[in-house]
């Protein structure tokens, strides 16, 4: 696989003209074609950016993070630039600090139903018959039982803390990218060098990690990549309708939810953490795309 | 064709009865349909009296099994909230449900095709530019956080502008309290939640559209079309753009059915009393036969709607042969 093969944009050919052809690996070219991608690096630095001010808040952040009522909400303003919340806090240091949480709970979650989903995928698929079975009809399971069910009996366990709320989100996100996996390990495993890593005695969960999986990196990051964005949606959604983090605890969500008791007054405090969330996602959705040209430059979407 | 239902309803069926029984022992584990008998009444035989009534000291398999035998009898039982029968609770929601589905998914494809046409045959326009990323923005914003600011925007800054009176645009319910049918006050409930609807929908199948609508009029019987002389306009609706529909049809019937569990959101800001805020109420309070029969409800309709993406991909397509 790592053969190193002729890039194929004929520009860089004539430049190196009467020099050697530069060879290079799948892995320098995948990075050349998303580091080139333009979008997927505004989407990139967006998230780094986001990522230092929201986690380096206490340094960045132009208040303190603490609330004052003797300070009046008020509108955005040279002093406050997002405003002020209803008791007296800088918004935008609200708005940092809840980016903590959200980042976490989004960056989390992708991370675990990723895993969760791929590893489902993958043993559905390689070892068929009655476990790609009972495993498919899990998923359709997952994927019928309404989640709101499930967030709310989870949550009333497992209490409303970032925690429960990563694992609850993880259980009812794994489901599409194990179908994924499967789909693609019931192809490759039908190939030749499969067969091959079988006939000298290969383990199956060493040939499922170290043949088989390292072909599907391109469909595994896109797909972690957009679980963020999906994740951070729904925690703001659950939020939203009362089953996310709670006070002292915060998240954009929990702002919005805050905010839309107050919409006719002070409808700033709905419009910047909605921006925040917007911001990220688009961001998330900039990096996927970015990956999946990178991985495959001929697929059409 | 016949057996290919068969076998997809008969298949279904243990996956409803699963998850019902889930969802049962799940909500009547975790909550406790008696709050309101422990903290109000004073009469202690009153719990006990209320635990009888339910059967709530039986086995929980022995209540499923109760439950089953009630439903396929059509009997879905008595909320535990209201003391009222559960079956008149739902059919009187579904109604403004599927009123907003049918609104929803209406407004939805007309302004999906109308840009996925538009952008795929001005493809890399300024207009294309702008349309893409409107649909990006529209995917990445959460749709209640849209519904907000569209209640604040039309609801609140537009009339303080231009000092209107009433805003011309309303967002609570679906109608005003002495006006029922279609008229023109049902219109001005509608616009807001139906928006916030299917904002999303309209960005994702827009973008679908375009893409497909692209693979298609590069295809080679476009090419033949235009060159034995068939107009531009003929050959972009009546060959490129009904073959382009057949994968987006498989797409919206997928997602109208998930959308009858998805208003919840929808009708929670707007108001709307349908089946998203008679699951949300009944799950709070540990409702568990309400919110099985929105279960079953909701399943029934995503089981059908997929079905029917399944055949309608069949029947618009011949290429595909359903096995």
């Known amino acids: 696989m790592n053969m190193p093969i002729l890039n194929e944009e004929h520009a860089d050919l004539e430049l190196v003209q009467g020099a050697e052809p530069v060879a290079r690996t799948q892995w320098q070219l995948f990075r050349r074609r998303f580091f080139r991608h333009k979008l997927a690096m505004l989407g990139l630095v967006t998230l780094i950016a986001m990522f230092v001010v ?32 209803l008791l007296g806090k800088d918004f935008l240091t609200a708005n940092l600090y809840a980016g903590q949480i959200s980042l ?34 899990v998923t359709d399971l997952f994927l019928l039982l ?71 990196v391109g469909p595994i990051m896109v797909n972690a990549s957009l679980a963020v964005a999906g994740a951070i949606i729904a925690e703001s959604t659950l939020s939203f309708l009362g089953f996310g983090v709670q006070a002292p605890k915060s998240s954009w969500g929990k702002l919005l939810s805050d905010g839309k008791e107050s919409i006719a007054t002070k409808a700033y405090l709905i419009y910047f953490p909605g921006l925040f969330i917007i911001a990220i996602t688009l961001a998330v959705n900039f990096v996927g795309d970015g990956l999946r040209d990178a991985f495959d430059p001929q697929a059409k979407h | 064709m016949l057996t290919f239902i068969a076998r997809r309803i008969l298949y279904s069926i243990p996956v409803l009865l699963v998850s019902s029984f889930l969802v049962f022992v799940g909500v009547t584990k975790t909550f406790d349909p ?3 008998f422990r903290i109000g009444i004073k009469d202690p035989n009153a719990l006990q009296r209320a635990i009888d009534r339910l059967g709530l000291d039986k086995p929980v398999y022995e209540q499923y099994w109760k439950w089953l035998k009630g439903v396929l009898q059509g009997d879905f039982g008595v909320s535990y909230r209201t003391s009222g029968e559960v079956w008149p609770m739902i059919t009187r929601s579904l109604g403004f449900t599927v009123q907003m589905i049918f ?18 045959i001005r493809q890399y326009s300024a207009a294309d530019y702008a349309l893409t990323g409107l649909s990006y923005i529209g995917v990445a914003m959460p749709a209640f956080w849209f519904g907000l600011i569209l209640i604040q925007v039309f609801g609140v800054w537009l009339k303080q502008r231009l000092g209107w009176e009433r805003s011309p645009l309303f967002f609570v319910g679906l109608h005003s309290t002495d006006s029922k049918g279609l008229n023109l006050d049902y219109a001005r409930h509608l616009v807001l939640p139906v928006l916030t609807l299917s904002v999303q929908l309209i960005a994702q199948w827009s973008r ?18 235009r060159a034995k002389g068939v107009p531009r306009r003929r050959v972009v609706f009546r060959h490129a753009f009904r073959n382009a ?46 919110v099985l029969a929105y279960l ?27 096995s």
């Open chain 1, 54 to 85: 929201c986690f380096g808040a206490r340094w960045v952040a132009p208040y303190k993070n603490v609330t004052d009522l003797l300070v009046e909400p008020s509108g955005p303003s040279w002093k406050h630039w997002f405003g002020v919340d």
């Open chain 2, 245 to 290: 529909l057949i994968p987006l049809t498989t797409d919206v019937a997928t997602q109208s059915g998930l959308l009858f569990g998805g208003l919840v959101i929808t009708e929670q800001i707007f108001s709307i009393p349908g089946m998203g805020r008679l699951f949300l109420d009944s799950l709070a309070q540990g409702d568990v036969y309400v």
């Open chain 2, 208 to 225: 679908f559209l375009r893409s497909s609508m692209l693979e298609v009029m590069s295809s080679d019987f476009i090419r033949t079309a």
């Open chain 2, 103 to 120: 609104w929803g998914i209406l407004v939805a494809l007309l302004f999906a095709i109308g840009i996925g046409i538009f952008s795929a």
């Open chain 1, 146 to 216: 309404p989640s709101l069910v499930i967030l709310a009996i989870a949550l009333r366990k497992f209490g409303k803390s970032e925690f429960g709320i990563i694992l609850v989100l993880s259980g009812l996100g794994w489901m599409g990218i194990a179908r994924i996996v499967r789909g693609q390990v019931l192809s490759i495993k039908e190939k030749e060098f499969v067969e091959a890593a079988r006939a000298i005695g290969g383990s199956p969960s060493r040939i499922i990690v170290r043949h088989i999986l390292p072909n599907l």
């Open chain 2, 296 to 322: 079953m409800v909701t399943g029934v309709f995503v089981i059908i709607f997929n079905l029917v993406a399944d055949l309608a991909y069949g029947l618009l397509d011949p290429r595909v042969r359903l």
């Open chain 2, 34 to 36: 008696l709050q309101k």
């Open chain 1, 104 to 137: 976490k709970i989004g960056l989390f979650t992708a991370l675990i139903s990723t895993a969760l989903g791929t590893i489902t995928g993958a043993v559905a698929g390689y070892f068929g018959n009655w476990v790609d079975q009972i495993l498919m009809r």
